[in-house]
């Protein structure tokens, strides 16, 4: 059983920076890339940033580039959100997930359905 635990979420004032991070229990695995998605309420799950371990790409939804930066580790299958200048509209809860998929056009770890393992998310919440 492979279990992804967030952190790091809470409330902070608009132009604000929160840190999420997000590490595996369970049993060990190897992935191919990790990402970052969120819900806001009454909508649906969306991406927010991706890094495919190979090559050390990241991807991010236009709405947090300049603003969001992605980072982990491959060998520990952990990442990281820093989000910095947020915004009301950053609010929502965050998720982690890992693929252990592989696929030759990186665009794929931007859908929710690329995904294997998710955790259970952390709640952000910037006021203005």
């Known amino acids: 059983q492979v279990q992804l635990v967030e952190s790091g979420g809470g409330s902070v004032q608009a132009g604000g920076s929160l840190r999420l991070s997000c590490a595996p229990s369970?049993?060990?695995?190897?992935?191919?890339?990790m990402g970052w998605f969120r819900q806001a309420p009454g909508k649906e799950r969306v991406f927010v940033a991706s890094i495919v371990w190979r090559g050390s790409m990241t991807y991010y939804t236009d709405s947090v580039k300049g603003r969001f930066t992605i980072s982990g580790d491959n060998d520990k299958n952990t990442v990281y959100l820093q989000m910095d200048s947020l915004k009301p509209e950053d609010t929502a809860d965050y998720y982690c997930?890992?693929?252990?998929?592989?696929?030759?056009?990186?665009?794929?770890?931007?859908?929710?359905?690329?995904?294997?393992?998710w955790g259970q998310g952390t709640q952000v919440a910037v006021s203005s």
């Open positions: 369970g049993r060990a695995f190897r992935s191919s890339a």
């Open positions: 997930a890992a693929s252990l998929f592989w696929y030759s056009d990186n665009s794929f770890y931007t859908l929710k359905t690329s995904y294997n393992y």
